[in-house]
Structures are given as structure tokens and as C-alpha cells.
């Protein structure tokens, strides 16, 4: 079994930072792209950031040049550093993650429970 478990978010006022993380564990054989999703209230759930197992990256254009993407392949992990923030990046974040079990012949789509980020004064 496959689990994703996001850690970071908060509170924080406009132009502070967070910095989330999703950490994949269980039977995993090969993760491939991996990145964050957002869905703020009354809103369908948007991209933020991906990040491919060779480190190609792509943002949405509301986050390029704030945040950034990254991630340590040797723990599975994949990282959102979020800066300058802004009210309208108040949302809840998914790590999102592209994995092939122990196992399994196939990739499939992943997602973590969502950490809330709430930007305000």
C-alpha cells in the first residue's frame, strides 16, 4: 500500500512563506513525476507545481517566480516553498504523486489527505 502524508502548512500573513512536503512511503518500486494541487473554497482544484523524477518543473503562471518545487528522490519526498505569499493562495494543498507499486505493471495517480494554507492579517 501506497501513502502520500503532506506536512507544512498554516497560518501565515501576506508576504510570509511556508514550505510544504509530501513524503511517499510504503510498496514503491518507481515514483515518477510528482507535485502539489490547490482547491480553495467554491473552487475546482488547480495545479500549483510538478516536478519530474529528472527534476523538469513546471507552476501554474499565479505562482511562477514564488514558489518552488523540488524534491529528494532518495526519500521520496517532494517539497512546495511558498513565498510572497498572497490571501488568494489561501487554499488546501494535495500532494499529488505519478507511482508504480511493488508489484504492478503500471503508474497510477496518487494523493495525499491536504494541508490547509490559509494566508491572512
Known amino acids: 500500500q501506497v501513502q502520500l502524508v503532506e506536512s507544512g502548512g498554516g497560518l501565515v500573513q501576506p508576504g510570509g512563506s511556508l514550505r510544504l512536503s509530501c513524503a511517499a512511503s510504503?510498496?514503491?518500486?518507481?515514483?515518477?513525476?510528482m507535485g502539489w494541487y490547490r482547491q480553495a473554497p467554491g473552487k475546482e482544484r488547480e495545479l500549483v507545481a510538478t516536478i519530474t523524477s529528472s527534476g523538469s518543473t513546471n507552476y501554474a503562471d499565479s505562482v511562477q517566480g514564488r514558489f518552488t518545487v523540488s524534491r529528494d528522490n532518495a526519500k521520496n519526498t517532494v517539497y512546495l516553498q511558498m513565498n510572497s505569499l498572497k490571501p488568494e493562495d489561501t487554499a488546501v494543498y494535495f500532494c499529488n504523486s505519478f507511482i508504480m507499486a511493488d508489484g504492478s505493471r503500471s503508474y497510477r495517480t496518487y494523493w495525499g489527505q491536504g494541508t490547509q494554507v490559509t494566508v491572512s492579517s
Open positions: 510504503g510498496s514503491i518500486f518507481s515514483i515518477n513525476a
